[in-house]
């Protein structure tokens, strides 16, 4: 398909592992972001990955890269209350030096007590 | 550092009106970008400004226009409003120069057309 993927919803226990998928568009693409949006605020970058990698982490998240089926996912360990929210997985490709992001629709990430 | 400031933060206006929206970018950026959020979906980015020009534009049409001034802050102009431009508007700000282009996010101005 053309569009950033998601799916629309996910419901965890506090405490447990969240894994946010997405697929994207372009198997060109340069960098691929995770970004945060709380109610009534902007957007907050998390993480990227660079699309020659396969994995990285940072503190409580592991970004993995499958570039062969176009799939990216977030893992967010030993999640909390605070991490409700929605999370946007992105993706650029540079053309001509400018570097607009193609946005999913966005996973709403539940937590349960 | 006041980080991507926008203004104002909510309008309302009325069909076939324009509206002016703005954005001055965090400090030491000098590109910035406006993205359309829709009610439920993702970003979809508007177009993105360097040097005072439009550099990149996404699927929108022309009466989205927009103007970068010598201090790098933006404006986004909407002509002739329709129902459906109402939204939040991000505005991101990013350095030209970057390793792995973090755009950095304002809070958005959130536009009501009635």
């Known amino acids: 398909g053309e569009d950033v993927e998601q799916s629309l919803f996910l419901s965890v226990r506090e405490g447990d592992s969240s894994v946010i998928n997405c697929t994207y568009t372009d198997s060109s693409s340069t960098y691929l972001y995770w970004y945060k949006q709380e109610p009534g605020a902007g957007l907050q970058l998390l993480t990227y990955?660079?699309?020659?990698?396969d994995m990285k982490q940072d503190q409580r998240l592991t970004v993995l890269l499958n570039k062969k089926d176009k799939h990216l996912s977030l893992r967010i360990a030993d999640t909390q209350t605070g991490d409700s929210a929605i999370y946007f997985c992105?993706?650029?490709?540079?053309?001509?030096?400018?570097?607009?992001?193609?946005f999913g629709k966005g996973t709403h990430l539940i937590i349960q007590p | 550092d006041a980080g991507v400031t926008q203004s104002p933060t909510h309008l309302i206006k009325t069909r076939g009106q324009q509206v002016t929206l703005r954005c001055s970018p965090k400090?030491?950026?000098?590109?910035v970008s406006w993205y359309q959020q829709a009610l439920g979906q993702g970003p979809q980015f508007i177009f993105q400004?360097?040097?005072?020009?439009?550099?990149q534009r996404g699927n929108f049409p022309d009466r989205f226009s927009g103007h970068q001034f010598p201090n790098y802050s933006s404006e986004l102009n909407v002509n002739a409003l329709l129902l459906g431009d109402s939204a939040l508007y991000l505005c991101?700000?990013?350095?030209?120069?970057?390793?792995?282009?973090?755009?950095?996010f304002g809070p958005g101005t959130r536009l009501t057309v009635l």
């Open positions: 400004y360097y040097e005072e020009e439009e550099r």
């Open positions: 400090s030491g950026h000098d590109t």
């Open positions: 991101a700000s990013s350095p030209e120069l970057r390793a792995y282009n973090e755009q950095f």
């Open positions: 990955i660079f699309s020659n990698m």
């Open positions: 992105a993706e650029i490709l540079f053309e001509g030096g400018a570097d607009g992001l193609t």
